[in-house]
């Protein structure tokens, strides 16, 4: 069955150390988005990607966080300059969309550990 | 406001017992409703959604859950519950228009004991 595939598992960074977190959508996946969990709090929504470009954004995605699909199959998301609150762990998700809109495919996780 | 609330946080029950975690949303719009289960070092697998037609849905695993609008509520159930269900499990909800933004609840972690 196909599935989402998110590298790396676990990152451990530096405050102020850039990061980019990995997505292999489903291949025929149209729609793309990060989801972060805080640890022991809500899954969020951080931003979806359609077309090659963000649909929408949360709060939560201001300036320091990016991302690109570079090409066919990846889809990134960049956090420029680390801080201690964005220790958490990173979702990346897809679907076809249409009549199947929100039903969404989820990867493992990337957990982010900023120190 | 949007909101999920997942008023359980932890919930344990024998193996071979019945099992509801309850969910509740306030969503102005027709929700979609999903439930999501998410085991140890896994992600987010969903077990059933609901778009539209026949309230009780059915869902993998032996899931079921039943949409009740006038209780803004989707309950998700399950007849028996296996060891092997023990994981932490997730309602959410969104909408057509809202593409995949979906909303989260706390989500309820649920121990099975033997």
């Known amino acids: 069955e196909p599935e989402v595939t998110q590298t790396p598992s676990h990152q451990v960074t530096q405050m102020g150390q850039e990061v980019i977190l990995r997505c292999v959508p489903i291949s025929n996946h149209l729609y793309f988005y990060w989801y972060r969990q805080i640890l022991g709090q809500k899954v969020e929504f951080l931003v979806s990607f359609y077309n090659n470009e963000i649909s929408e954004k949360s709060e939560i995605f201001d300036d320091q966080f990016s991302v690109e699909r570079p090409d066919g199959s990846n889809f990134t998301l960049k956090i420029r300059s680390t801080k201690l609150e964005d220790s958490a762990m990173y979702f990346c998700?897809?679907?076809?969309?249409?009549?199947?809109?929100?039903?969404?495919?989820f990867g493992e996780g990337s957990r982010l550990t900023v120190l | 406001a949007q909101s999920v609330t997942q008023p359980d946080i932890h919930i344990t029950v024998s193996e071979g017992a019945s099992l509801e975690l309850r969910c509740n949303y306030s969503?102005?719009?027709?929700?979609?409703l999903f439930w999501y289960v998410q085991s140890p070092g896994q992600g987010l697998q969903l077990l059933l959604k609901?778009?539209?037609?026949?309230?009780l849905v059915q869902g993998i695993k032996g899931f079921e859950a039943e949409f009740k609008r006038s209780q803004s509520s989707f309950n998700l159930r399950k007849p028996s519950v296996h060891w092997s269900d023990a994981a932490e499990y997730f309602c959410a909800v969104g909408s057509y228009n809202q593409g995949g933004k979906l909303i989260f609840g706390q989500g309820t972690e649920l121990s099975v004991k033997p």
């Open positions: 998700a897809s679907t076809m969309g249409g009549a199947n809109t929100g039903e969404l495919f």
């Open positions: 969503y102005g719009a027709t929700p979609y």
């Open positions: 609901y778009f539209s037609g026949d309230t």
